[in-house]
């Protein structure tokens, strides 16, 4: 089997990465951020707001990372996590959820969008 990429050169990633797509990501995932708020219902909304939250990417997994700042917006938060689900979903299902408590307050709760139907059936 050959292994010549399928694609042609200028459709591969770059060999090396540039200042340039770093700035290129950052745009990538606020503009992201900005159309997942506005996706969300006015709760939602709001409980996101009473966080720090944005969206990164890790390799090729869409990451919404919250901190929330105090253990009542912890756990509000993560109730909520089907809606968020259902909202991350629409740009893609390969993307996870990471919920940070405050610190000192135990570990980070993290879940697949994928995973979120057997954890609606737990709550």
Known sequence: MSKLPLLPPDDLPPVEVTKQDGMLQMELEQSLGRC???????ITQVLLSNCHWYITRNGSTLMLIIDAPDIVSYWHIVSNIPQLGNRLERFTTNARIRVYPPFGKG????????EISAYRDWL
Do not use: L, N, W
């Open 36 to 42: 997942f708020y506005y996706a969300c219902d006015r």
């Open 107 to 114: 570990m980070p709760f993290e879940i697949g969008v994928h």
